[in-house]
């Protein structure tokens, strides 16, 4: 097998698809310890988690200080809009969000208002606004303060196991990930290779590929040794 960016050929892209969703498949939700489903509080914490993810800071920066503002209380847009704007500093300091924790606070209470006045707090109206048209879904995720394309592009990629309108869902930034292993970038032969592997799990792990060359060459090491 060639190393990170080569060519390899479909049993070893299979064994490196394994290898890579065994040791690092967890989404980012699971991570924060979001038990994801198609509830209020839980979509609520995933965008939560979309927007800080989606700032140039580290995703362990962003998942600790989702778990912070959870741990504040501040788990459903109900209590992020009424904690005052100090309150939110806090939290996202305390999980070392400090490099834009200030406009970010601010984001997250307007976010909070827009939610409650909108969609009254449940994303799963917004779902039904856009009537499983995913491009819309994208649309409107994108006017929260602070979750630009990035943002609901990740928000989707994790939700896609409770809205599966978005599925199978391989994003920009998971294609990235399969070009640094050398696997195919295309989206159907990521899925087949994958095999019974849930998509968001897949494109999780791609995304830590993407974001760290160490868990590529590590995937690579190990799906040689077998």
Request: proline share 4%; glycine share 10%.
């Amino acid at each position: 097998m060639t190393v990170v960016g080569g060519d390899t050929g479909r049993a070893d892209e299979r064994a490196v698809v394994r290898v890579l969703v065994d040791a690092h498949g967890e989404t980012y939700a699971h991570e924060a310890g979001i038990a994801l489903r198609n509830t209020p509080q839980p979509l609520y914490r995933l965008l939560v988690l979309a927007h800080l993810l989606s700032a140039r800071i580290r995703g362990s920066v962003a998942v600790a200080t989702a778990r912070a503002l959870h741990e504040a209380g501040l788990r459903d847009p109900r209590r992020m809009a009424a904690a005052d704007w100090q309150e939110r500093v806090d939290a996202l300091g305390r999980g070392g969000y400090r490099r834009y924790d200030e406009r970010t606070a601010t984001q997250l209470g307007e976010a909070a208002e827009l939610l409650l006045d909108r969609w009254g707090g449940d994303l799963r109206r917004l779902r039904a606004e856009a009537d499983g048209d995913v491009d819309e879904l994208r649309r409107l995720l994108q006017e929260f303060p602070g979750v630009g394309p990035s943002g609901a592009a990740i928000f989707l990629r994790e939700a896609q196991s409770v809205w599966p309108e978005a599925a199978p869902l391989v994003d920009a930034k998971a294609l990235q990930g399969a070009r640094r292993l050398g696997l195919p970038q295309d989206p159907d032969r990521l899925l087949g290779l994958a095999g019974r592997t849930e998509p968001a799990v897949l494109s999780s792990a791609l995304v830590r590929a993407a974001l760290d060359k160490r868990v590529a060459e590590d995937t690579l090491r190990r799906a040689e040794s077998r």
